[in-house]
């Protein structure tokens, strides 16, 4: 059985590939996220995440490394982790009212065949209209300063979202669904063969 590594350092990634009970380990890409071209988001996430996977894959021989890159995208502007608080404000009042897009890109690579696949999950985030006060207490508890699009869906920031069209997870940070199906048709098998049984034997 070969080992999963989440080339990543986001807890919120962590946190949820254990919500699906499978055993995996941390290593982080520290990979170069600055592009030289601009891409359409779909293409700008699949290319980051190549690239932290691919910081990572050398390292293990017998082993699944998984990738993953996330922005928000408004009119196909891309907005990643604001640079400040000033930043993170502009960010939220131009999200404000708005349907924005949320696009992860994930990249699985056995270590072994160098086999890789990639995938992207797209989903529809409509705001409210946030108030000056929203956005600045928002921004002052520090919680918009290390997420894509300078919001936690997770957190407090759960209040300003109206609706949601596809993955939720996608928007914390890692779509579930997506990597389950990458998983298996990488793997040809499917995530069920890794997860303990005893946890849920009667």
């Known amino acids: 059985m070969k080992k999963l590594i989440l080339a990543s350092a986001s807890p919120r990634r962590a946190s949820l590939l254990r919500l699906l009970d499978i055993p995996f380990e941390i290593a982080p890409s520290n990979a170069n996220e600055a592009l030289d071209t601009i ?66 890109g994930l990249v699985l690579t056995d270590t072994e065949t160098g086999q890789t696949l990639t995938e992207v999950a797209t989903t529809h985030v409509t705001m409210r209209v946030l108030s000056s006060e929203d956005i600045s207490r928002y921004v002052a508890t520090g919680d918009s300063l290390d997420k894509a ?34 998983y298996h048709r990488l793997v040809g098998q499917s995530l069920w063969t890794i997860i303990p049984e005893n946890r849920y034997s009667k």
């Open 39 to 104: 891409l359409p988001p779909a293409e700008h996430v699949r290319e980051i995440a190549q690239r932290k996977t691919q910081a990572v894959a050398h390292r293990f021989d017998h082993a699944l490394v998984l990738g993953a890159d996330t922005v928000v995208a408004l009119e196909n502007a891309i907005f990643e982790k604001p640079n400040d608080a000033k930043h993170a404000k502009d960010m939220l009042a131009q999200l404000s009212g708005k349907t924005h897009q949320v696009y992860t």
């Open 149 to 182: 699009g300078a919001y936690g869906a997770q957190g407090r920031a759960s209040a300003f979202i109206q609706s949601i069209s596809g993955c939720f997870y996608n928007v914390v940070g890692l779509p579930l669904a997506s990597f389950w199906n990458l």
